[in-house]
């Protein structure tokens, strides 16, 4: 059964960082593409980065510069490195990942940035 687990979330002033991590279990976590997306309040979830089985990353515009993705195959996990936060990064981050069609998310890890 494949569990994904969010970590690191918090409160921070706008212009600091967070670190989030997801552990992965269940799965062979080294042959397959991860994922992080969010979802502020009424807004739709969407995608923040990828990362491919080779550590290849892939980052929404609005992230670029800002964030950086990452996986450590030898812990099952990946991570999201959040700089230069501001107020409109504020929403609930997921880990994700598809495996033989089938999407499977994390709990979910609540980041909220004051300005």
């Known amino acids: 059964q494949v569990q994904l687990a969010e970590s690191g979330g918090g409160l921070v002033q706008a212009g600091g960082s967070l670190r989030l991590s997801c552990a992965a279990s269940?799965?062979?976590?080294?042959?397959?593409?991860m994922g992080w997306y969010r979802q502020a309040p009424g807004k739709q979830r969407e995608l923040v980065a990828t990362i491919s089985r080779s550590g290849r990353p892939n980052y929404a515009d609005s992230v670029k510069g800002r964030f950086t993705i990452s996986r450590d195959n030898a812990k099952n996990t990946v991570y999201l490195q959040m700089n230069s936060l501001k107020a409109e990064d504020t929403a609930v981050y997921y880990c994700?990942?598809?495996?033989?069609?089938?999407?499977?998310w994390g709990q979910g890890t609540q980041v909220t940035v004051s300005s």
């Open positions: 269940g799965m062979i976590f080294s042959a397959y593409s």
């Open positions: 994700y990942t598809n495996i033989a069609l089938v999407d499977y």
